[in-house]
């Protein structure tokens, strides 16, 4: 799908939702900053799309308040 969002210059998606088996739903704010980090990181080098064409979606209703 990148190739395509590429071609007519859409921008890119990315919930924070890992690959990690364990915590594949990022609940915590320092969870959801660590996927978002990663994912901004590796995105251009993957998907040769510019930094800010790539829309982070942190899927805020997961949140849970640790206090």
Same mark, same amino acid.
């Given at each position: 799908? $990148?190739?395509?969002?590429? !071609?007519?210059?859409?921008?890119?998606? =990315?919930?924070?939702? &890992? @690959? *990690? %088996?364990?915590?594949?739903?990022?609940?915590? !704010? @320092?969870? %959801?900053?660590?996927?978002?980090?990663?994912? =901004? #990181? $590796? #995105?251009?080098?993957?998907?040769? #799309?510019?930094? @800010? &064409?790539?829309?982070? &979606?942190?899927? =805020?209703?997961? =949140?849970? *308040? !640790?206090?």
């Amino acid at each position: 799908m $990148c190739p395509i969002a590429r !071609r007519y210059g859409a921008a890119l998606v =990315v919930g924070t939702i &890992d @690959e *990690d %088996k364990l915590q594949a739903q990022a609940f915590t !704010r @320092e969870r %959801k900053l660590q996927v978002a980090q990663r994912s =901004v #990181s $590796c #995105s251009p080098k993957n998907t040769e #799309s510019a930094p @800010e &064409d790539i829309i982070i &979606d942190p899927l =805020v209703f997961p =949140v849970r *308040d !640790r206090r």
